[in-house]
T-cell receptor
Framework: AQSVTQLGSHVSVSEGALVLLRCNYSSSVPPYLFWYVQYPNQGLQLLLKYTTGATLVKGINGFEAEFKKSETSFHLTKPSAHMSDAAEYFC???????????FGQGTRLTINP | GAGVSQTPSNKVTEKGKYVELRCDPISGHTALYWYRQSLGQGPEFLIYFQGTGAADDSGLPNDRFFAVRPEGSVSTLKIQRTERGDSAVYLC????????????FGPGTRLTVL
C-alpha cells in the first residue's frame, strides 16, 4: 500500500524567507504526486502536480516541487514567503491508473511578520 | 464556473441517528470521490464513482456507510446508526474525463455526532 510522510506537522518561517515543506512517499513504482493547500474553512486547492515529464514542477502562487525518484521525495518550496501563504499543506500520491489519493498528515505553515 | 458544492455545510446529530450528506460535482465531471478528514489528519479515501457505478469502495470503514450516484451527477453519502467516531469533515471531489488526475474539492460537510 502506498503511504505519504510529511516531515514536520508545523513549520514557521519569517515573511520573505524560503519555504520548504518535506514530503516522502513509499511506492514500488513512480506514482502521481500532488500538493494541495487548505485555507481555514475552505476546501482543498491543487497547488501543483507531477505525473510525467520534467521533474521540477511549477505551481500557483510561486510554489514549485521537485520529484526525486532516488530519494522518493517531492518537497515543496517557495523562495520568498508571503503572509497569505499561511495555511495547511497536504502532499498526496496516487497510483498511475488508479484514482484515489493517499494524503499525508499535513503541515501547518505559519508566516511570522 | 461553479465548483463542487456540498450540503449541508454543518450537521449535528445524535448517536444512533441516520444522516445523508450531499455532493454536487462540477458540471460534466464523470468521476466523483468521497474522503473523510478527521481533526488534525489528512483526508482519507472512502469511495470513488465513475459515472453511476462505484469503481472503488475500498475505503468505506464498515457497512454503516453507503453512497449512491443514481444519475451520474449528484451523490449522497449515507451513514446509518452514527457513532461519535464518525465525527469528521466529509469532503467530496470530482474530476473530468479529460483530466482524470486532477481532483477538485468541495468545502466539505462538518459532521458532529453527539
Amino acid at each position: 500500500a502506498q503511504s505519504v510522510t510529511q516531515l514536520g506537522s508545523h513549520v514557521s518561517v519569517s515573511e520573505g524567507a524560503l519555504v520548504l515543506l518535506r514530503c516522502n512517499y513509499s511506492s514500488s513504482v513512480p506514482p502521481y504526486l500532488f500538493w494541495y493547500v487548505q485555507y481555514p474553512n475552505q476546501g482543498l486547492q491543487l497547488l501543483l502536480k507531477y505525473t510525467t515529464g520534467a521533474t521540477l514542477v511549477k505551481g500557483i502562487n510561486g510554489f514549485e516541487a521537485e520529484f526525486k525518484k532516488s530519494e522518493t521525495s517531492f518537497h515543496l518550496t517557495k523562495p520568498s514567503a508571503h503572509m497569505s501563504d499561511a495555511a495547511e499543506y497536504f502532499c498526496a500520491v496516487s497510483d498511475r491508473g488508479a484514482q484515489k489519493l493517499v494524503f499525508g498528515q499535513g503541515t501547518r505553515l505559519t508566516i511570522n511578520p | 464556473g461553479a465548483g463542487v458544492s456540498q450540503t449541508p455545510s454543518n450537521k449535528v446529530t445524535e448517536k444512533g441517528k441516520y444522516v445523508e450528506l450531499r455532493c454536487d460535482p462540477i458540471s460534466g465531471h464523470t468521476a466523483l470521490y468521497w474522503y473523510r478528514q478527521s481533526l488534525g489528519q489528512g483526508p482519507e479515501f472512502l469511495i470513488y464513482f465513475q459515472g453511476t457505478g462505484a469503481a472503488d469502495d475500498s475505503g468505506l470503514p464498515n457497512d454503516r456507510f453507503f453512497a449512491v450516484r443514481p444519475e451520474g451527477s449528484v451523490s449522497t453519502l449515507k451513514i446509518q446508526r452514527t457513532e461519535r467516531g464518525d465525527s469528521a469533515v466529509y469532503l467530496c471531489a470530482s474530476s473530468s474525463r479529460q483530466s482524470t488526475d486532477t481532483q477538485y474539492f468541495g468545502p466539505g460537510t462538518r459532521l458532529t455526532v453527539l
